[in-house]
Each structure stands twice: as structure tokens, then as C-alpha cells.
Nanobody, 126 residues
Framework: QVQLVESGGGLVQAGASLRLSCAPN???????MGWFRQAPGKEREFVAA????????NYGDSVKGRFTISRDNAQNTMYLQMNTLNPEDTAQYYC????????????????????WGQGTQVTVSS
């Protein structure tokens, strides 16, 4: 059973940076990994995703130019570097992994992901 372990959330001031990490509990044949977020009273939102083999990435419109997703094959870990954070970025951030998906571009839709982490809270104060 694939388990995803997230880390790196916290409380920061507007304009600051954070880096989230997500690592599966073993080496699996994953197509892509991604990040979603959900703020209280709002729908889950796609943040970013990366194709594990090609490193091709996709970003949600609200984070383009500020967030960077990457993966380290040797460390079997995915990262989300978040810069210029603002209060609208406050949310629970969830790591997700796609195993069944066969596309060459990492998926943007939650239904394409098979495994989810527990989430890590990011809070940005103004």
C-alpha cells in the first residue's frame, strides 16, 4: 500500500517562502505526483504536478510564477518550493500520487490520483 508522507508546512508572514516535501514509503511505479490544497469553505484546488519520468510539470493559475515543483529520483521525494506567499495561499496542502494514469503530461484532476497524503497546513499571515 502506497503511503505518502508530507512535511514542511507552517506559519509564515506574507512574502515569505516555504518548501513542502512528499515521499512515498517505498519505490513504486508512479506516473506522476502532485499537490492540491483546500482552504476552509472552499473546494479542493490543483496546485502543481510533475511527471515522475520526464519531469514535465503543470501548475494551477494562482501559483504560476511563484511555486516550483520538482522531484529527486535518488531521494524518491517530491518538493514544492513556494515563494512570495500571500494569505490566499493559506490551506491544507495534500500530496497525491498517480499510478494508473498513463498520460505523458502530469494530471490536473484529483480523480486521476490514486493515493493521498494526510495533508500539511500552510498558514500565511498578512
Amino acid at each position: 500500500q502506497v503511503q505518502l508522507v508530507e512535511s514542511g508546512g507552517g506559519l509564515v508572514q506574507a512574502g515569505a517562502s516555504l518548501r513542502l516535501s512528499c515521499a512515498p514509503n517505498g519505490r513504486y511505479a508512479l506516473n506522476s505526483m502532485g499537490w492540491f490544497r483546500q482552504a476552509p469553505g472552499k473546494e479542493r484546488e490543483f496546485v502543481a504536478a510533475i511527471h515522475w519520468r520526464t519531469a514535465k510539470s503543470n501548475y494551477g493559475d494562482s501559483v504560476k510564477g511563484r511555486f516550483t515543483i520538482s522531484r529527486d529520483n535518488a531521494q524518491n521525494t517530491m518538493y514544492l518550493q513556494m515563494n512570495t506567499l500571500n494569505p490566499e495561499d493559506t490551506a491544507q496542502y495534500y500530496c497525491a500520487a498517480a499510478a494508473r494514469y498513463r498520460g505523458t503530461s502530469p494530471p490536473r484532476y484529483a480523480d486521476d490520483y490514486d493515493y493521498w497524503g494526510q495533508g500539511t497546513q500552510v498558514t500565511v499571515s498578512s
